[in-house]
């Protein structure tokens, strides 16, 4: 009889050495953005070392920066850090307390 391993992974966000969900997009995406750069530049006959510094340095800087967002903020920080800049920094109220403290 033949036995199944049972999915213990529903639920749970995309990881993949480490990275989890935006962080792994934004690696993805920015690779190929890096790719399709190289591309452009051989095709528009340019040197072929300067082509591939480009693509090296391009993908080394993509990687060390997604890696280290991903150490510093963690699974869901970018989005944190972005709602972060839309809450007020304080509230200002101008009632008088005696209105807070009456029932009407």
Known sequence: MKTWNINKG????VEFKGLKAQYLFGFAGGL???????????????NVYICLTVGCTSATL?????????NKYGEHGLMKLGAKGKHPKYIISRKPVQSYL???
């Open 62 to 70: 993509i990687v060390w920066k997604t890696f280290s967002l991903n």
């Open 32 to 46: 190929l953005v890096v790719l399709i750069l190289v591309l452009v530049l051989y095709m528009a006959d340019f």
């Open 102 to 104: 009456s029932n009407k």
């Open 10 to 13: 529903i639920g749970s966000t």
